[in-house]
């Protein structure tokens, strides 16, 4: 099964354009403090890039950035923005093992099928490096459900979200809360993650 579901991404193949454009009016407050947490010039990848404000962002700042995302038609917003190739990876195809220092998953997990989180999670583990810092954002709530977009969601409670980080070898795990918007204009209530691989 692939970890974005075909609606989801046919939403994104739709509107990727229009989505792209509203995102980079948006500045994430959560990227300072997961790049003041990593050594200069440190490698990321990024999952979920979107349309690039992101990596563009890391980039201009200088560290390593890899730029992925499961929507082609998303990476290929990015790669205008960016001027440089951006790969097409679905989540569960992440193969790599302790490359990267950080991994930045902004508002992009929050997609993946409650039963498939976990692996996709371990997935995440393996390709950090020891002590790697990894920040994901999810949309909070009780049960998996669909936008007004039909796009799906996972919707996690903060303690069912803990449990799927829980199994592996993390230094730490915290997860705080914010209120704010998304690309649908409503009010929405966020868990923001950031984890540590233990060295």
């Known amino acids: ?11 994104y193949a739709a509107e990727a354009e ?7 009016g948006a500045k994430s407050t959560r ?8 050594p200069a010039g440190a490698k990321i990848l990024e999952l979920g890039c979107g349309g ?16 992925t995302d499961g929507s ?5 917003q990015a790669e205008r923005l960016l001027g440089r190739t951006v790969a097409v990876l679905p989540f569960d195809q992440l193969a790599e093992h302790s490359v990267y220092d950080g991994v930045w998953a902004n508002a992009c997990l929050l997609h993946v ?40 969601y996972n919707y996690p409670s903060r303690a069912w979200l803990m449990s799927q ?5 993390w230094l730490r795990v915290e997860i705080d809360e914010s209120s704010g918007g998304g690309y649908d204009g409503e009010t929405t209530a966020w868990l923001h993650v950031t984890a540590i691989r233990s060295a």
Request: no cysteine; aromatic share 10%; hydrophobic share 40%.
């Open 1 to 11: 099964m692939h970890s974005l579901d075909v609606e989801t991404l046919n939403f």
């Open 18 to 24: 229009t989505y792209s454009l509203q995102a980079r």
């Open 31 to 38: 990227l300072d403090p997961f790049l003041a947490a990593l």
């Open 52 to 67: 690039g404000q992101d990596s563009l962002v890391m980039l201009t700042r200088g560290f390593d950035v890899t730029s």
């Open 72 to 76: 082609p038609e998303m990476a290929n």
């Open 113 to 152: 099928p409650r039963p498939e989180l976990a692996p996709v999670l371990a997935r995440v583990h393996r390709a950090l490096k020891p002590g790697g810092v990894f920040y994901a954002s999810f949309k909070a709530g009780a049960a998996e459900g669909r936008d007004r977009f039909q796009r799906y």
């Open 165 to 169: 980080y829980a199994p592996l070898d």
